[in-house]
């Protein structure tokens, strides 16, 4: 594995796919398209290549532990039209605005799927922790 791999998410295969189907103009499904094959190919590379992510510490346990494998967002999605290709910073963010609209009215995540039911975005889960028993 070379070196920052771990915490690499565009690999120069994602890079050609977003600079072939790179178009600000983009309707939301087919965003929404591009996004999942970037996601599945990213898995895919990682998976074949055996790459792990990375590890962190986990100051709860205060032990090691690896991180959540990285994933592909809308957001991140978007981001990248503008970064790889000729898309410009107000295309880019007529988009983003498009998208923050259209995730709302869908109830989607930041992934572009349904949120779960009852979910709470951005909100760690409680730890209880019990008493010793006598």
């Not at 920052?4 to 994602?14: C, I, M, R, S, T």
């Not at 962190?56 to 032990?63: I, R, S, V």
């Not at 709302?104 to 949120?115: A, C, I, S």
Request: charged share 25%; with cysteine.
């Amino acid at each position: 594995m070379a070196s920052g791999d771990a915490q690499k998410v565009w690999f120069p295969e994602l890079i050609a796919m977003v600079r072939q189907a790179g178009d600000a103009a983009m309707s939301m499904d087919t965003l929404l398209r591009l996004r999942d094959r970037l996601h599945t190919t990213l898995q895919t590379i990682r998976h074949t290549r055996q790459i792990l992510p990375a590890m962190m510490w986990c100051p709860h346990c205060q032990a090691r532990h690896r991180a959540a494998p990285p994933s592909v967002s809308v957001r991140a999605t978007i981001l990248a039209l503008g970064r790889y290709t000729r898309a410009t910073t107000s295309e880019v963010q007529a988009l983003e605005k498009q998208w923050n609209r259209y995730r709302k009215q869908h109830q989607l995540d930041r992934d572009g799927q349904p949120e779960a039911a009852g979910a709470v975005p951005h909100q760690r889960p409680r730890v209880t922790r019990r008493a010793p028993q006598e």
